[in-house]
C-alpha cells in the first residue's frame, strides 16, 4: 500500500495478488488485504477512474458480503472477540471498502442494502466497539444509492448517537447529520429537539455543531419555533458565535418569516441581544423591510425609540434606531408613545433629541453612528414642531462641525449651512423612496459554492459588449467628475 502511494504506477503489479486476499480466510491477511485495496480503490478514484480499478474489484462484493454476514450472525470467537462482537476491526474495513465499490452503481447499492440492514439493527449500541460498525454503517447507507426505508434507519441511528454520554459520538452524529439534512429532511426534523438540547451542551465543538445543524433545519412549517429556541441561545451564548448567528437568523428570517410583524420583531429582537455583533448586511436589510412596510413603520420606530432608551451600547440597534426616528420621526412623535415594561409612555421632543445627544457623548458614539445620528438629527428638523428644539440640533451639528474625523466634520458643516435656506430644507430633507429589493442568493448553514459555478460566474463577469466597454471607459476616464476625483485623492 505504501509503495503504491509513493508509486502509483506500481499498483498494476498488486492487482492480481490483491484479489486473492479478500477471499483468505485468516482475518490478518484478509484486513491487510481489505486495506490495500481500499487504498488502491481510492487512489483510482482520485485520478478520476482513470484505471478502472473500482470496476475491477466490483465482482467481489458477494464474497465480501458473505463475509461481513459470517462476522455480523457469528457467535462467541475468543480469538476474534472484542466485547462481544466479533472482529469489529474487519467489519468496519468490509463496510468501508462495499461503500466505495457501491457509490454511482445502483446495482452493488441493491447487493448490500440487505446485509446493511442486518448491520444496523443487529449491531449491539451499548459499547463503544458496536457504535464504530454502526457509524461505518450509517455511512456507507448515506453514500450509496440506498432505498428510503434504510437510509431513515440510518437517520435514526444518529439520533440515538445524540442522547450518547460520550463527547465524541454526539460529535460525529451531528457532523453526519449536517451532510444527511439535504438528502432525508424529514427523517432529520425528527430529532429537532434532541439537536436543540445541544445547543445547551458544555462542549464548545458541540455547540457550534448543533447551531449550524439548527440552522439547515429551518423551513416554512417550524421557522417560529426554531427562531425563538436560536434566540434564547443567542441571549447566552459566546461572542464567537454571536456574528455567525445574526447573519443566520436574519436570512431565515427574510427567507421563511410568516409575516411581516414577525420579521419585525425577531430582528429587533437580534438588534437588542446582539448589535454589536450584526454584519451590515443582515441591518441594511431590516432597515430595507422597514422602509418598504408603511403599516409597521410607527410600531417599528416606536420600538426602536423604546430598545435604544434602555441600551445605547448596541451599535447596530443605535444605527438602525438612528436611521428609522430620522426617516419616520413624525409617526413617532404624532403617535406619542412607546411600549416600557407594558407602560405606554409619551414621546416628547425634547426626549428624542436628548437621547441622541447623549449618545453623542458617550463612548459607544463611533464614526459610523456619529454620522447616522448627525444626518438623523437634521432629518428631524423638519419633522419638529418646537422650534427650541430645532436650534438645539443646530447647536449640536455646530459643535461637530470642528470634529477630527473629516466626513463628520463635512457633514456637520453642510447641514449646519442648510438651515440659511429653509425654503428648499424641507424638500432636501423628506423620506426617502423605499430601496428596491434585489433578489439575493443567500444559503442557510454550511454550504459552498462549487468551483465550477465560481469559474463560470468570473467568466461571465469579463464579457463585456463593446457598446458597453465605450460607456464604461466614457464614466470611468474622460468624466470630468472621475478627474476630480482623481485629483482630490
Not at 119 to 141: F, H, M, P
Not at 203 to 213: F, M, Q, V
Not at 272 to 299: C, D, W
Not at 363 to 382: G, N, P, W
Request: glycine share 4%; hydrophobic share 40%.
Amino acid at each position: 500500500m505504501r509503495i503504491c502511494r509513493k508509486v502509483p504506477d506500481l499498483q498494476e503489479h498488486f492487482l492480481e495478488k490483491a484479489t486473492h486476499l479478500l477471499s483468505d480466510r485468516n482475518h490478518g491477511v484478509l484486513l491487510c488485504g481489505l486495506t490495500l485495496v481500499t487504498s488502491l480503490c481510492e487512489a483510482d478514484d482520485e485520478e478520476g477512474g482513470e484505471e478502472g480499478i473500482v470496476e475491477k474489484f466490483r465482482p467481489f462484493v458477494p464474497v465480501l458480503v458473505k463475509t461481513l454476514k459470517g462476522l455480523a450472525t457469528s457467535g462467541y470467537a475468543p480469538e476474534h472477540d472484542v466485547t462481544g462482537i466479533t472482529d469489529p476491526f474487519l467489519q468496519v474495513k468490509i463496510l468501508r471498502l462495499l461503500r466505495i465499490l457501491a457509490i454511482s452503481d445502483s446495482e452493488v447499492s441493491e447487493q448490500i442494502n440487505d446485509i446493511l440492514a442486518q448491520v444496523a439493527t443487529n449491531t449491539d449500541s451499548s459499547k463503544n466497539v458496536g457504535n464504530s460498525i454502526l457509524y461505518e454503517a450509517v455511512r456507507t447507507i448515506l453514500d450509496i444509492e440506498a432505498d428510503s426505508g434504510l437510509r431513515v434507519l440510518g437517520v435514526n441511528i444518529l439520533g440515538k448517537f445524540l442522547s450518547n454520554r460520550d463527547n465524541n459520538i454526539r460529535y460525529v452524529a451531528l457532523n453526519t447529520l449536517i451532510k444527511v439534512v439535504a438528502i432525508e429532511p424529514n427523517a432529520v426534523q425528527r430529532h429537532r429537539n434532541t439537536i436543540l438540547e445541544c445547543l445547551r451542551d458544555p462542549d464548545i465543538s458541540i455547540r457550534r455543531r448543533a447551531l449550524e445543524l439548527s440552522f439547515t433545519l429551518i423551513n416554512e412549517s417550524n421557522v417560529r419555533v426554531l427562531i425563538r429556541e436560536l434566540l434564547a441561545f443567542l441571549e447566552v451564548a459566546d461572542n464567537e458565535f454571536k456574528p455567525t448567528m445574526t447573519s443566520q437568523i436574519g436570512i431565515a428570517a427574510d427567507k421563511f418569516s410568516p409575516n411581516k410583524r414577525w420579521h419585525v420583531d425577531t430582528m429587533l429582537r437580534v438588534l437588542t441581544l446582539a448589535g454589536n455583533h450584526v454584519k451590515e448586511p443582515i441591518m441594511s436589510s431590516f432597515i430595507r423591510l422597514v422602509a418598504t412596510t408603511p403599516e409597521l413603520q410607527t410600531y417599528a420606530v416606536q420600538k426602536l425609540y423604546g430598545s435604544l432608551k434602555k441600551d445605547i451600547t448596541q451599535e447596530s440597534l443605535t444605527q438602525a434606531a438612528a436611521w428609522c426616528i430620522g426617516e419616520f420621526g413624525d409617526s413617532l412623535l404624532s403617535g406619542g408613545q412607546y411600549e416600557e415594561e407594558e407602560l405606554v409612555q409619551n414621546v416628547e421632543e425634547h426626549e428624542v433629541v436628548g437621547l441622541f445627544s447623549k449618545i453623542l457623548n458617550s463612548s459607544y458614539a463611533s464614526q459610523v453612528t456619529t454620522e447616522y445620528i448627525i444626518t438623523a438629527l437634521m432629518k428631524l428638523t423638519t419633522r419638529l414642531s418646537e422650534a427650541a428644539q430645532t436650534e438645539r440640533v443646530r447647536r449640536i451639528l455646530q459643535s461637530h462641525q470642528t470634529n477630527l474625523d473629516v466626513e463628520v466634520q463635512q457633514r456637520a458643516v453642510e447641514y449646519g449651512n442648510l438651515f440659511a435656506y429653509d425654503e428648499i430644507r424641507s424638500g432636501v430633507l423628506e423620506k426617502m423612496p423605499p430601496p428596491q429589493i434585489k433578489e439575493e442568493s443567500r444559503v442557510l448553514g454550511a454550504a459552498a459554492t462549487s468551483k465550477k459555478s465560481v469559474k463560470a460566474m468570473n467568466r461571465r463577469s469579463k464579457v463585456v459588449k463593446p457598446t458597453e466597454q465605450d460607456l464604461l471607459f466614457d464614466l470611468m476616464d474622460t468624466s470630468p467628475f472621475h478627474r476630480s476625483r482623481q485629483l482630490s485623492v
